[in-house]
C-alpha cells in the first residue's frame, strides 16, 4: 500500500491525519504539485484527474478521492471509528462532513484559485485549464467568512464537531480552519467554539502532520 500525498495541500492532509489517527504507518510518496508532478505521464496513469490524495492499495488499484480513502481506511481499519459509532452517529458525521465541504473548504478553495498569481490558469483544480473568475474570489470570501460563523454554531459547547467523539468531521472542519487563514479568514471575537474547539484539536499529534 502506498499513499501518494502533498506536504501543503489541504485534501491530502485531511487523510494524512486520518491514517495517523487511525495509527497506521503507510508509505508514502510526496507529489511536489508546485513543480507539476501531478502532470506528468507517470502519475497521470495513477490517477487520470491529477489530483492527491491518492491510496494505491496492495491489489494495484487506486483510491482518488479523499472520501474514497476514508471509507477504505475505516472499513479496513474500524478502531477508531472515525465515521461514526452507530448508524445515527455515522449520519450525523455525514451530513456535518458535507457541510464542511460545500460550504466551507470550497468557498476558501473558490477564493485561493481565482485569486493567487500562482493559480493564474488553475481556476479549478484537475487536468485541465481554466481561467479564474475574480468575482468568484469575492463570493467564496464572503461564504467561507460567514461559514465561520456556521462553524462556531456547529460546535456549541461540545468538544467535537459531532457528538462526543472525535471523527473526520472534526478532521475536515479542522483543515477547513487553517486552509481559510491563505484566504486571510479566521475566527473572529464571537467565534469562541471555533477558537476553544481549535486549539484542543491543534494539540492532537495527527494535526501536527
Same mark, same amino acid.
Given at each position: %500500500?502506498?499513499?501518494?500525498?502533498?506536504?501543503?495541500?489541504?485534501? !491530502?492532509?485531511?487523510?494524512?491525519? &486520518? =491514517?495517523? *489517527?487511525?495509527?497506521?504507518?503507510?508509505?508514502?510518496?510526496?507529489?511536489?504539485?508546485?513543480?507539476?508532478?501531478?502532470?506528468?505521464? /507517470?502519475?497521470?496513469?495513477?490517477? !487520470? +484527474?491529477?489530483?492527491?490524495?491518492?491510496?494505491?492499495?496492495?491489489?494495484?488499484? #487506486?483510491?482518488? $478521492?479523499?472520501?474514497?480513502?476514508?471509507?477504505?481506511?475505516?472499513?479496513?481499519?474500524?478502531?477508531?471509528?472515525?465515521?461514526?459509532? /452507530?448508524?445515527?452517529?455515522?449520519? #450525523?458525521?455525514?451530513?456535518?462532513?458535507?457541510?464542511?465541504?460545500? #460550504?466551507?473548504?470550497?468557498?476558501?478553495?473558490? /477564493?485561493?484559485?481565482?485569486? %493567487?498569481?500562482? %493559480?493564474?490558469?488553475?481556476? =479549478?483544480?484537475?487536468?485541465?485549464?481554466?481561467?479564474?473568475?475574480?468575482?468568484?474570489? *469575492?463570493?467564496?470570501? $464572503?461564504?467561507?467568512?460567514? +461559514?465561520?460563523?456556521?462553524?462556531?454554531?456547529? =460546535?456549541?459547547?461540545?468538544?467535537?464537531?459531532?457528538?462526543?467523539? &472525535?471523527?473526520?468531521?472534526? =478532521?475536515?472542519?479542522?483543515?477547513?480552519? /487553517?486552509?481559510?487563514?491563505?484566504?486571510?479568514? *479566521?475566527?473572529?471575537?464571537? #467565534? %469562541?467554539?471555533?477558537?476553544?474547539?481549535?486549539?484542543?484539536?491543534?494539540?492532537?499529534?495527527?494535526?501536527?502532520?
Amino acid at each position: %500500500m502506498k499513499f501518494y500525498d502533498n506536504a501543503v495541500a489541504p485534501s !491530502p492532509r485531511r487523510v494524512r491525519m &486520518f =491514517i495517523a *489517527e487511525k495509527g497506521l504507518e503507510i508509505e508514502t510518496v510526496e507529489i511536489d504539485i508546485r513543480a507539476g508532478d501531478q502532470f506528468t505521464d /507517470t502519475f497521470r496513469a495513477i490517477n !487520470p +484527474f491529477c489530483t492527491v490524495p491518492v491510496l494505491e492499495l496492495d491489489d494495484g488499484s #487506486h483510491l482518488i $478521492t479523499t472520501d474514497g480513502c476514508y471509507a477504505w481506511l475505516e472499513e479496513t481499519y474500524p478502531d477508531p471509528p472515525l465515521l461514526g459509532r /452507530t448508524v445515527t452517529e455515522r449520519g #450525523h458525521v455525514a451530513d456535518a462532513m458535507q457541510i464542511i465541504m460545500f #460550504h466551507g473548504q470550497m468557498a476558501v478553495s473558490e /477564493t485561493l484559485r481565482n485569486s %493567487m498569481e500562482a %493559480m493564474v490558469g488553475r481556476g =479549478i483544480i484537475g487536468p485541465d485549464d481554466y481561467a479564474q473568475i475574480p468575482a468568484l474570489a *469575492e463570493r467564496g470570501r $464572503t461564504r467561507g467568512t460567514r +461559514f465561520m460563523a456556521t462553524l462556531n454554531d456547529m =460546535i456549541r459547547d461540545r468538544a467535537y464537531v459531532v457528538g462526543d467523539a &472525535f471523527t473526520a468531521a472534526d =478532521i475536515d472542519a479542522f483543515i477547513y480552519v /487553517t486552509f481559510a487563514k491563505w484566504a486571510k479568514i *479566521e475566527p473572529e471575537e464571537g #467565534h %469562541m467554539s471555533v477558537k476553544r474547539w481549535y486549539d484542543a484539536i491543534s494539540a492532537r499529534p495527527s494535526a501536527g502532520l
